[in-house]
């Protein structure tokens, strides 16, 4: 006769707590920043209203995460890795790690070519779309093509909306 095991207790998820806490800090950082722009003559919701928005429901999502990493619920596991070819309990190669800091390089190259300089959003967005796929795919010339086709589409789709629908003028 066999004894039943005693339950577990869940264990705190150190690495949920430090992102939902680093997420919230990161929207409260663009809530103090949209709140000093100044008000638009022109706009009645002025040009803060989107960053607002945007850090409202990020901050309510990490909050979300934080507490149900401090009340010990389990935060979504998936039976396969997010990191493709991975499984679970194997050591993620060196290559990985370095695709990761390149891709967070590329965004922030990304970012710093739309503020410092006079290229245009359509163009920089499509190959910053573009090349981000083609990183993250298998890289075969089929995927070349997908990649530069989706980052046509949502380069365009981006622009349109911002320009046309919420009459926000890009660089």
């Known amino acids: 006769m066999s004894t039943p095991e005693p339950e577990k207790t869940p264990r705190l998820d150190l690495a949920d707590l430090v992102f939902g806490i680093v997420m919230l800090a990161g929207s409260l950082v663009v809530l103090l920043y949209a709140m000093a722009l100044p008000p638009s003559p022109y706009d009645p919701l002025g040009p803060g209203a989107f960053p607002k928005a945007l850090s409202g429901m990020l901050a309510a999502l990490s909050l979300v995460l934080i507490a149900r990493v401090l009340l010990r619920r389990t935060v979504a596991r998936s039976e396969t890795s997010l990191v493709y070819g991975v499984e679970e309990g194997e050591r993620v190669p060196l290559a990985r790690y370095l695709l990761a800091i390149v891709l967070a390089a590329a965004t922030v190259a990304y970012s710093a070519l739309l503020i410092f300089t006079d290229l245009p959003f359509l163009l920089l967005t499509i190959v910053y779309i573009a090349a981000l796929g083609f990183v993250l795919s298998?890289?075969?010339?089929r995927d070349l093509a997908i990649a530069v086709a989706v980052g046509i589409?949502?380069?365009?789709?981006t622009d349109l909306?911002?320009?046309?629908?919420?009459?926000?003028e890009l660089p």
């Open 138 to 141: 298998g890289r075969t010339p």
């Open 153 to 157: 589409g949502l380069g365009l789709a």
């Open 161 to 168: 909306i911002f320009t046309r629908v919420l009459l926000i």
